[in-house]
C-alpha cells in the first residue's frame, strides 16, 4: 500500500475513491472501505481513501477535537483493510473554502476518479454544498459516478466515531469496543518514572501517549499489552497518582505486565483496553495502595484468562 501526504504528490488513474476523517476506522467506516476494495479489485481499479489532519472541525469551529486513531493509525488500519493507497491531507482553513466543483476537479485531475463511495451524510466544500446529489451532478460533468454506502446501525443507534468518542471518554471501554469492532488502544514510548512501582515490588512501564488521542478517565483497566509480537496481561492506571503526586495536572498512563520481568525502556508499547475496574483512589498507607495492587492483578488475570 502506498501512503501520499497531499494531493499535490498523487498521481493515479481510474481510482476508485472514498473521502472521510475515518476517525477510529471503525465498523461503520469498514462497510464502506470493504465494499470499495472489493468493487474497486473486481474492475481491476485502485481503491483509494483519502482523509484529513487534523480533524477538519478543529479548523471550522477551533474547538479541540481527541481523536480515537491517530493518522499514522489511521494508515494502518486501512491498509488492513486491503486499499491500496491513502492520501492523509492536511485540513487548512484556505481548503475549507473550496467548492465541491473545485475539489472534485482537483480529485479528478489526481487521481482519475472513475467511481466515488461516500458515507449517508457525507458532504464536502465550502458550506458543505456538495452533498450526494451535487456531486452526482458534478460527477455527469466530469466523468465518475456517485454511490452512497447506507449507515450501520446496531441497537444503540448509528455507528459514529463521535458516540465512541463520548463512550471512550467516560470508561464504557467495552461498548466502544463493540462499535469500533476491536479494543481501543494508547501506545507509546515507554519512558522512566519515579521507579515508585519498582519500590513495592510492581515495576510499571510509563507509556509516553499521543497527547491528541481520547484518554480514558483516570482508573485502573484491564489490558492487553503489546510488545512487537509479543502479548501480556496489564493492570493498567491512568491518573495522578494521588497517593504519591497530587499536585500532577496531566494524567500518566502506567501498565503493570504480569508475569514479565524485564527493561523496555525506549520500546512501543501499546494497550488495548477491555475493562474498567475501578475509580483511581488515594491511599492511606503504601501497605493498603499493594494491597489493592494484588487485587486488581488477581482481576486482571481473571478478566483476560
Not at 519500590?199 to 489490558?223: E, L, Q, R
Not at 525502556?265 to 483512589?281: K, S
Request: a negative charge.
Amino acid at each position: 500500500m502506498r501512503h501520499y501526504h497531499s494531493l499535490e504528490e498523487t498521481s493515479l488513474q481510474n481510482s476508485w475513491l472514498t473521502v472521510g476523517v475515518f476517525d477510529g476506522v471503525h465498523r461503520g467506516h469498514r462497510e464502506i472501505i470493504r465494499k470499495l476494495v472489493n468493487e474497486a479489485h473486481a474492475n481491476q481499479s485502485p481503491a483509494v481513501v483519502l482523509t484529513f489532519d487534523p480533524h477538519p472541525a478543529v479548523v471550522l469551529t477551533g474547538k479541540e477535537i481527541r481523536c480515537l486513531t491517530t493518522p499514522d493509525e489511521r494508515v494502518d488500519l486501512l491498509a488492513a483493510l486491503g486499499v491500496d493507497a491513502v492520501i492523509t491531507q492536511r485540513f487548512t482553513a484556505d481548503l475549507s473554502t473550496a467548492t465541491a466543483h473545485e475539489y472534485m476537479s482537483r480529485l479528478k485531475e489526481t487521481l482519475g476518479l472513475r467511481r466515488l463511495l461516500i458515507g449517508y451524510d457525507f458532504a464536502l466544500g465550502k458550506g458543505r454544498e456538495g452533498n450526494a446529489a451535487r456531486l452526482t451532478e458534478i460527477g455527469l460533468e466530469m466523468g465518475y459516478t456517485v454511490e452512497v454506502v447506507p449507515a450501520l446501525s446496531d441497537e444503540s443507534g448509528v455507528v459514529s466515531s463521535t458516540e465512541i468518542r463520548k463512550l471512550v471518554s467516560t470508561g464504557n471501554i467495552g461498548e466502544a469496543a463493540k462499535l469500533l469492532g476491536y479494543g481501543y488502544r494508547l501506545g507509546g514510548e515507554v519512558i522512566h518514572g519515579a521507579g515508585r512501582g519498582k519500590s513495592i515490588n510492581f515495576p510499571t512501564a510509563n507509556v509516553d501517549y499521543p497527547k491528541g488521542k481520547v484518554i480514558p478517565p483516570n482508573g485502573i483497566y484491564a489490558c492487553w499489552a503489546y510488545l512487537g509480537n509479543e502479548k501480556f496481561m496489564a493492570a493498567t492506571n491512568i491518573g495522578l497518582n494521588p497517593t504519591f503526586t497530587p499536585e500532577r495536572e496531566i494524567p500518566s498512563l502506567e501498565a503493570y505486565l504480569l508475569d514479565f520481568d524485564r527493561e523496555i525502556y525506549g520500546e512501543i508499547l501499546q494497550l488495548e483496553f477491555v475493562a474498567r475496574l475501578r475509580d483511581e483512589l488515594k491511599y492511606s498507607s503504601v501497605d493498603a495502595l499493594i494491597a489493592q495492587i494484588h487485587d486488581d492483578v488477581v482481576k486482571t488475570r481473571k478478566i483476560l484468562s
